[in-house]
C-alpha cells in the first residue's frame, strides 16, 4: 500500500484525491459533496446539460466532478450536497475548462459503471469552506487562477449594472462589488 492510501472501514484501499490522474479507471474515494449544481444548455436553459460537483477527501484536497446529461437520472437523487459518500470507477480527464472550480490538474466524470453509496455523516469531518485572505484574492488579479473560493467579508460600494452579453449572445448584466475584509 502507497503512502498515499488508506484502508477504508471495510477494509479496501482508498485513493487520495491529490493522486487522482488518468492511469487508471478504478479510484476508490471517499469524499464530501462541497458544491452541487446543474449546468444548463447555452441554447436552452431550461435544459439541464450535466450535473456538477467539487468532491473533498478527508484531507482536504479538491477536485471537479461532471455526471453527464445522460447519466443525470441515475445519480440525482442519490446524490445531495455536504454528504460523505463511496464513490468509485470514473473516467478522469484534463481540468481544461475557462473557469476551473478547483486548482486540481484533472476532473471526474460519472459514467455507467460509476457506483456511488451514501456513507454515515461522521465519516470525516467535512469543512466546505475554503477560505481565503483579501490579499491573497487581490494577488490573483490579472493571474489566471480562476477557481472557486469563500471569502467573508462586506460589500462596502458597487458600481451601477452594466449590459452585457454572454457567449452564447444572451443579454445579461453585470455589477461589480467592493469587498472589504471583515
Same mark, same amino acid.
Given at each position: 500500500?502507497?503512502?498515499?492510501?488508506?484502508?477504508?472501514?471495510?477494509?479496501?484501499?482508498?485513493?487520495?484525491?491529490?493522486?487522482?490522474?488518468?492511469?487508471?479507471?478504478?479510484?476508490?474515494?471517499?469524499?464530501?459533496?462541497?458544491?452541487?449544481?446543474?449546468? +444548463?444548455?447555452?441554447?436552452?436553459?431550461?435544459?439541464?446539460?450535466?450535473?456538477?460537483?467539487?468532491?473533498?477527501?478527508?484531507?482536504?484536497?479538491?477536485?471537479? +466532478?461532471?455526471?453527464?446529461?445522460?447519466?443525470?437520472?441515475?445519480?440525482?437523487?442519490?446524490?445531495?450536497?455536504?454528504?460523505?459518500?463511496?464513490?468509485?470507477?470514473?473516467?478522469?480527464?484534463?481540468?481544461?475548462?475557462?473557469?476551473?472550480?478547483?486548482?486540481?490538474?484533472?476532473?471526474?466524470?460519472?459514467?455507467?459503471?460509476?457506483?456511488?453509496?451514501? &456513507?454515515?455523516?461522521?465519516?470525516?469531518?467535512?469543512?466546505?469552506?475554503?477560505?481565503?485572505?483579501?490579499?491573497?484574492?487581490?494577488?490573483?488579479?490579472?493571474?489566471?487562477?480562476?477557481?472557486?473560493?469563500?471569502?467573508?467579508?462586506?460589500?462596502?460600494?458597487?458600481?451601477?449594472?452594466?449590459?452585457?452579453?454572454?457567449?452564447?449572445?444572451?443579454?445579461?448584466? +453585470?455589477?461589480?462589488?467592493? &469587498?472589504?475584509?471583515?
Amino acid at each position: 500500500m502507497s503512502m498515499s492510501q488508506h484502508r477504508g472501514s471495510m477494509n479496501q484501499i482508498v485513493d487520495r484525491v491529490a493522486d487522482i490522474n488518468p492511469t487508471k479507471l478504478g479510484w476508490n474515494l471517499v469524499v464530501g459533496v462541497v458544491r452541487l449544481y446543474e449546468l +444548463c444548455s447555452q441554447s436552452n436553459p431550461a435544459d439541464v446539460y450535466s450535473l456538477e460537483m467539487v468532491l473533498q477527501d478527508e484531507q482536504g484536497d479538491r477536485i471537479h +466532478c461532471s455526471i453527464p446529461k445522460a447519466n443525470i437520472v441515475v445519480f440525482k437523487t442519490l446524490i445531495r450536497e455536504n454528504g460523505i459518500y463511496s464513490m468509485r470507477n470514473f473516467i478522469v480527464k484534463g481540468n481544461n475548462n475557462f473557469v476551473k472550480t478547483t486548482g486540481h490538474k484533472y476532473k471526474l466524470n460519472f459514467y455507467l459503471k460509476t457506483c456511488v453509496s451514501r &456513507l454515515p455523516s461522521d465519516t470525516f469531518h467535512l469543512n466546505p469552506f475554503s477560505y481565503v485572505p483579501l490579499p491573497e484574492i487581490e494577488a490573483m488579479v490579472g493571474m489566471n487562477r480562476i477557481h472557486l473560493l469563500d471569502f467573508i467579508g462586506q460589500v462596502v460600494g458597487k458600481e451601477n449594472a452594466q449590459d452585457m452579453v454572454t457567449k452564447s449572445g444572451q443579454q445579461s448584466k +453585470c455589477i461589480a462589488l467592493y &469587498l472589504e475584509d471583515l
